[in-house]
């Protein structure tokens, strides 16, 4: 019988008095938390800067070898595991989905961030002079956390996030930060929201007032993919995310994501996964 993936709460791994948000060296999170059952989701955000150790983690399905200057992003929702070896060495920050609500006047403004999108991998690589920047100002956060200085914890945290984002975002095919980079990030944004009713790029073109072929055309720039391989994509990242769950049917994982029925859901999985959606849900349970 297949074991449920447990989703984790952040009340559930923060050993502080702040159940909201949590910041800390890597080392002493991985001691306070050694019965963290894997592979498992989070209903936080929750981010990790790797400064020393090996071994590799998975975010939604994908192994990563673990290096030094290493981030990983992660929103809510998303699976993953931790398979570190030797001494490990870092910065953790979970924050609630909430956290942000009373300081930003756009309230998915953090969940709009490209190091946020469940498309484009939010795992890479800070160079020295990133790396040196971003490990200040965490020390920083660290010590606001220590003080319990709400605002000035969130307005430094939101600090680090943006400058983390700016790292980020060249990272998209090496671009600039220019109009079509910013359509991109939009994009994704809208399909994070959208993809389980709109499956055409028509659809998402509409929203975004330009036509499909410009969507295509830009896609096809900066992502290496026509706007509905990102969809179809969106869709089957869900789809595994959804058949992982012992108590969803084949059929309600169907349905959640609106397929006429279970033959074309199936068709649709094997075409994208070379597999059938029963031999991957097998796969991850062996």
Partial sequence: MMAKIPVIEQCTVSYKENKDFLVDRLEVYLEQNKNLVF??????????????????????????????????????????????????KGFIVNFDIDYFKTLLVQQDYVERLGIFSSLTESVFVLDEYQLREIINLFSQLLELNDRVTTDLQRTLLLFILLKLDQAYAPSLEGKSLDYHLVLIKNFLALLDQHFKELHLPKEYAELLFVTPNHLNAVCKEYMGLQAGEVIRNRILLEAKRLLILPDWTISQVSYELNFNDNSYFTKFFKKIAGITPEEFRRSQWK
């Fill in 39 to 88: 592979p498992h989701r989070h209903n936080f955000y929750h981010m990790v800067l790797f400064l020393a150790g090996g071994g590799s983690h998975e975010i939604d399905f994908k192994e990563y070898a673990v290096e030094r200057g290493q981030v990983y992003m992660m929103g809510p929702g998303q699976v993953h595991s931790w398979m570190f070896q030797g001494e490990m």
